[in-house]
Each structure stands twice: as structure tokens, then as C-alpha cells.
Antibody, heavy 119, light 108 residues
Framework: QVQLQESGPGLVKPSETLSLTCTVSGGSITGSYWSWIRQFPGGGLEWIGNFLSGGSTFYNPSLKSRVRISGDTSKNQLSLSLTSVTTADTAVYYC?????????????WGQGILVTVSS | SYELTQPPSVSVSPGQTARLTCSGDALPKQYAHWYQQKPGQAPVVVMYKDNERPPGIPQRFSGSSSGTTASLTISGVQAEDEADYYCQSADITGIYQFFGGGTKLTVL
């Protein structure tokens, strides 16, 4: 079955750029939507945006000016870039596959990676 | 920004029925999906498209939606059902996805 694994630095300094990678195994990233989702320390979940190889990318309007999601089909990986981070961006970051579009639900999820923004 | 509203907590005794709710203005037009999250784990979908149960999810989980409120019902709650539950749907455009604040289900 499809499995996702997030990777990247666990500590980022304020004002710098958060960069994460999601490696997809057991299936191709081509032809499907993939999302990044984050969960704050208090528990709330926030959809960051999604990516379709060769197609549209949509971002949460609240993050649109700072976020970019891309994919590398040769490596079967997704990437997340979030610029000008603050402590409010401290969260567990998940990548997830999208099922259907009515609206989509998220399955499967990666295990998540904790990113702390601190000097 | 669109909001989905969930009660912060629900408590039930084992064997009882737990009904978790999720309210949102676009729910008459958009499906709701539900996730269960246990400590230290990623969320897992337990209900999609209001009332569709994924393979492997026990039959005691059921879903419904009426007007601006979607519901997840757990009949005959078991200790293993203690978790955080999140609803998810889209705004009226269907493009942007949102999660409710989550309900912590406590099994007494």
C-alpha cells in the first residue's frame, strides 16, 4: 500500500525558510492530489495546500504568500517550502494523499515531522 | 475564513452511544469526513462522504449529515475508542479544506 514519509530539519530559526520533503512509496505521485497539513501544539489541524503533478496547486489563503508546494516525479517526492517563519509555525507537519474531490478526504497520512521555530 | 465547529469534549461510559457533531455553513453543499487521532499517531479516517465507512473501521461507527450539522455516532463505545476526533470539509468553493477544532472523546 502507499506509504508516506516526511523528512527535513526539526528546528528552524525565525524569519528563515522551512523546507520539508515527503517521499511516497508503493505508488506514484503522478495523477493524484497530495496535501500538506499541519497540527499545532494545541491540537488544531490546518490544511496548507495541495499539489497535482502537471496540474493545479492550491494553497490555504492564509498562507498563500509564504508557501510553495512542488513535486519531483523522478524521485516520487513532494516538497513544502514556507518562508518567513515565526514561532506560530511550530507544528507537526504531515503529508497526505487525497481521495476523490467531493471534497477530498485524506488517506494515507505520513507519520508527521515536528518542526520547531526557535532561535 | 470558513469554520467548522465541534464541541471540545464528550464523555461516555463503555457500552453507551457517543454522538459527535460538526457544524458548518457549507455542510448542506459539501460532504464531511471524520478522523480519529490517538496520542502520538497521525489521524486516521473513520468516516468519509458523511456516512461511508472505510475498510477496517468497526460497524459501531456511523455517520450522518443534516443541514449545517454532520454527526459521527459511535454505538457501544469501547475503551479503545478514546481519542480525538476531527471533522473535515471544504468551504463553498470546494477548493479549500478545513478541519474542525476536534472533540476529545473520553470513555469513563
Amino acid at each position: 500500500q502507499v506509504q508516506l514519509q516526511e523528512s527535513g530539519p526539526g528546528l528552524v530559526k525565525p524569519s528563515e525558510t522551512l523546507s520539508l520533503t515527503c517521499t511516497v512509496s508503493g505508488g506514484s505521485i503522478t495523477g493524484s492530489y497530495w496535501s500538506w497539513i499541519r497540527q499545532f501544539p494545541g491540537g488544531g489541524l490546518e490544511w496548507i495546500g495541495n499539489f497535482l503533478s502537471g496540474g493545479s496547486t492550491f494553497y490555504n489563503p492564509s498562507l498563500k504568500s509564504r508557501v510553495r508546494i512542488s513535486g519531483d516525479t523522478s524521485k516520487n517526492q513532494l516538497s513544502l517550502s514556507l518562508t518567513s517563519v515565526t514561532t506560530a509555525d511550530t507544528a507537526v507537519y504531515y503529508c497526505a494523499g487525497e481521495r476523490a474531490n467531493s471534497p477530498p478526504w485524506f488517506d494515507p497520512w505520513g507519520q508527521g515531522i515536528l518542526v520547531t521555530v526557535s532561535s | 475564513s470558513y469554520e467548522l465547529t465541534q464541541p471540545p469534549s464528550v464523555s461516555v461510559s463503555p457500552g453507551q452511544t457517543a454522538r459527535l457533531t460538526c457544524s458548518g455553513d457549507a455542510l448542506p453543499k459539501q460532504y464531511a469526513h471524520w478522523y480519529q487521532q490517538k496520542p502520538g499517531q497521525a489521524p486516521v479516517v473513520v468516516m468519509y462522504k458523511d456516512n461511508e465507512r472505510p475498510p477496517g473501521i468497526p460497524q459501531r461507527f456511523s455517520g450522518s449529515s443534516s443541514g449545517t450539522t454532520a454527526s459521527l455516532t459511535i454505538s457501544g463505545v469501547q475503551a479503545e475508542d478514546e481519542a480525538d476526533y476531527y471533522c473535515q470539509s471544504a468551504d463553498i468553493t470546494g477548493i479549500y479544506q478545513f478541519f474542525g477544532g476536534g472533540t476529545k472523546l473520553t470513555v469513563l
